[in-house]
């Protein structure tokens, strides 16, 4: 079989530890037999980062606006334990968050929907996608222990240099205070993304704030979404036959519990990082749930929305057999070839990352999986596969379909 061509590179971002090996079976066994593979390679696992001074990860986000296509390996996001265990000169910040900070825009996560693996909310039916504001809020926000009583202050200076002031707490003693941000327009691309996501996908689209508490901040948001949607999308919603809301948080909580599903949650930064990961476990599993960041600008970064799996990775490392699910992996690769496909008007690439997809599905439904889906499967004749032999055996449907 002659290999599919490409054409424009993918910004391809290694990681690390658990998903590092996985990355390279990934491509060894699914992605290289078939596909003249055309990227740009970037080494984002800790220790470049280390060596680079994490300037990778800052290329890589650069190299991401030039090509327009990047898919991501999970990463270390370096704690007080990674300092010794990797030798490092700072504990260099989110990779995720830096890059999330360069491309601006909106991380969409939909779980992968297979037979057998049934939501422990029974009325889910179809899937949620979470739309996650990628900019801001305490992602980059500053923090500061107050040692003991004073005065602590919200400060603007204008450019002519007048101040205007907001007390925050007459501390009597000890305390924390921290002071966070957003831009109107980030949050302006952000309404715009999800508007734009919900009319390509032809779902609903929620969105939830705290208004009612924070009468500036979060009504900000709720505003702007609101603006946006009057004036320019309004129309287009009602002839695709989608609805926009706005709920308080609270509310959404309750209705995204009831519900069965087929829509888009549209979270703010925070809100959607930990919702994203009660929406994934609910739905099955974490190592089930594929991640895009999507900027205003048209730039699409693709991942698995789970981390590096640590603790797979020690045993590995002991020679211990492992079981780790590559799937949200794969679907981040299929997602950035189909992506490129879909750019370079190469149909053949489009077609070979929905079959990819359709193997891994195919080969899970046959009863064939990884140990996390083994536990929960409610298929009567299931197995469970090691790390290799599972992708071994997507290999097997693949070539099938091929
Ligand atoms: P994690 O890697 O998401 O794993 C948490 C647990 O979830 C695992 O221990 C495992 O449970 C299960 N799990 C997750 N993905 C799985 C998969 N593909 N197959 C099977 N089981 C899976 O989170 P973590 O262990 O808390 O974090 C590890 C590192 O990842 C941290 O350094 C963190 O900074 C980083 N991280 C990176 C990203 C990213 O790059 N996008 C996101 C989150 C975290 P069992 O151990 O019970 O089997
Ligand atoms: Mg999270």
């Known amino acids: 079989m002659e290999k599919i061509k490409m054409t424009t590179p993918l910004v391809e971002m290694d990681g690390d530890e658990m998903t590092r090996i996985l990355w390279k079976l990934i491509k060894d066994e699914l992605l290289l037999p078939f596909v003249d593979l055309k990227t740009e390679y970037y080494d984002l696992g800790l220790n470049y980062r280390n060596e680079t001074n994490d300037q990778v990860t800052f290329d890589s986000a650069e190299a991401t606006k030039k090509y327009g296509v990047a898919v991501k390996c999970a990463t270390i996001t370096p704690n007080a334990a990674r300092m010794p265990e990797y030798n490092l000169k700072e504990m260099w910040k989110s990779p995720n968050g830096t890059i ?18 049934e939501p422990y909310v029974q009325n ?42 907001e007390l925050i707490h007459n501390f009597e003693g000890a ?27 032809k779902q609903d689209l929620w969105f939830a704030t705290k208004d009612t508490i924070s009468k500036k901040y979060d009504h900000t948001f709720k505003d702007i979404f609101n603006d946006i949607f009057e004036a320019e999308y309004k129309e287009k919603f009602d002839a695709a036959g989608i609805e926009y809301f706005y709920t308080l948080i609270d509310d959404a909580v309750a209705r995204v519990m009831r519900s069965e599903g087929g829509y888009i949650w549209a979270c703010k930064n925070y809100d959607g990082d930990v919702m994203s990961d009660m929406v994934a476990t609910a739905f099955g599993s974490l ?6 960041l999507v900027s205003p600008k048209g730039y699409y970064e693709y991942e698995a929305a789970h981390g590096t799996v640590q603790r797979h990775y020690y045993k590995y490392l002991k020679g211990e057999e492992t079981s780790t699910n590559p799937i949200a992996t794969i679907f981040a690769w299929t997602g950035a070839l189909r992506k490129r496909g879909e750019l370079d008007n190469l149909p053949d690439l489009q077609a070979f990352a929905d079959k990819l997809e359709k193997a891994c599905i195919d080969t899970i439904e046959n009863g064939e999986m990884t140990g996390d889906l083994y536990l929960i499967s409610t298929l009567e004749n299931k197995k469970k596969l090691n790390t290799q032999d599972f992708i071994l055996a997507v290999r097997k449907t693949l070539e099938s379909l091929l």
């Not at 923090?143 to 002519?160: C, D, F, Q, R, W």
């Open 175 to 201: 305390g924390i205070i921290q002071g966070i941000h957003n831009l109107n327009d980030s949050i302006e691309s952000f309404a715009r993304s999800c508007f734009n996501f919900a009319l390509d996908t």
């Open 287 to 292: 190592s089930m749930m594929s991640s895009v």
């Open 124 to 165: 889910w039916k179809k899937p949620i996608t979470i739309a996650r504001h990628a900019y801001g809020d305490v992602y980059k926000g500053v923090e500061m222990k107050i040692p003991a009583a004073g005065k602590a202050e919200l400060v603007y200076t204008n450019e002519s240099g007048e101040e205007t002031r």
């Open 100 to 117: 999330r900070a360069i491309l601006d825009g909106t991380v969409f996560r939909a779980p992968i929907i297979v037979k057998g693996i």
